[in-house]
């Protein structure tokens, strides 16, 4: 069956500017988690989706937003771009807690 | 400091030789996840650990959780250049639906 996709793969975006990642999860799996990669930081996380509702939150600022929708895919979203945001933004998507977490390839986001 | 301490760092073993990874909490973990990372690209799942005492192994790579659920090891046997990466722990605490992460060890395989 399908892995994770996500979409684009690279992003090359500049400062003020805002984007969209895409990520669809694996059939029948129904949580979406993002996460935050960067050499100073490691993995953050970003956000969980359930059955199109945010069950938690990150510790980043609002210009970091989410959504899922009702077939499971989730698209996040950050406005006014700043260099700080260049990093690997992954995501997962879950059966449920403590039912593993498959994570997709990534999408590397540049900001200049 | 973090919340989930990884250790070692870096990691440059001869191949063929043994070595061991090392994850630790100062909390009870609901669960604890190894994966290993590629520079730059997704993570790939190994290892899922949620019983105290627990011990699973796959191919040449074992990992194993301690009795109070605090502490993992990941141990690969007879390395090879394959294994080289970056791994990475990930602790489920079992309440907010997210992962917390291990800085990662680094592992070089050399010839």
């Known amino acids: 069956k399908a892995g994770v996709t996500q979409t684009p793969r690279y992003l090359i975006k500049t400062r003020g500017q805002q984007v969209t990642l895409s990520c669809s999860p694996i059939?029948?799996?129904?949580?979406v988690s993002w996460y935050q990669q960067t050499p100073g930081q490691g993995l953050q996380f970003l956000f969980e989706?359930?059955?199109?509702?945010?069950?938690n939150k990150g510790n980043f600022p609002g210009r970091f937003s989410g959504r899922q929708f009702s077939n499971s895919r989730s698209e996040m979203n950050v406005s006014t771009l700043e260099l700080g945001d260049s990093a690997l933004y992954l995501c997962?998507?879950?059966?449920?807690?403590?039912?593993?977490?498959?994570f997709g390839s990534g999408t590397r986001l540049t900001v200049v | 400091s973090q919340e989930l301490e990884q250790s070692p760092q870096s990691l440059i073993v001869q191949e063929g030789k043994n070595l061991t990874i090392n994850c630790t909490s100062s909390?009870?973990?609901?669960?604890l996840y190894w994966y290993k990372q590629k520079y730059g690209e997704g993570l790939i799942f190994l290892m899922m650990?949620?019983?105290g005492g627990e011990e699973k192994s796959h191919e040449k790579i074992t990992a194993k959780l301690d009795e109070k659920k605090q502490q993992s090891s990941l141990h690969i046997t007879a390395s090879q250049p394959s294994h080289a990466g970056i791994y990475l722990c990930?602790?489920?605490?079992?309440?907010?639906?997210?992962?917390?992460w291990g800085a990662g060890t680094k592992l070089i395989i050399k010839p």
């Open positions: 997962a998507s879950s059966m449920g807690q403590g039912l593993g977490y498959t």
């Open positions: 059939s029948g799996h129904r949580s």
């Open positions: 989706y359930f059955s199109e509702t945010q069950r």
């Open positions: 909390k009870t973990l609901y669960g």
């Open positions: 650990l949620q019983k």
């Open positions: 990930g602790a489920d605490r079992g309440s907010n639906y997210q992962l917390i």
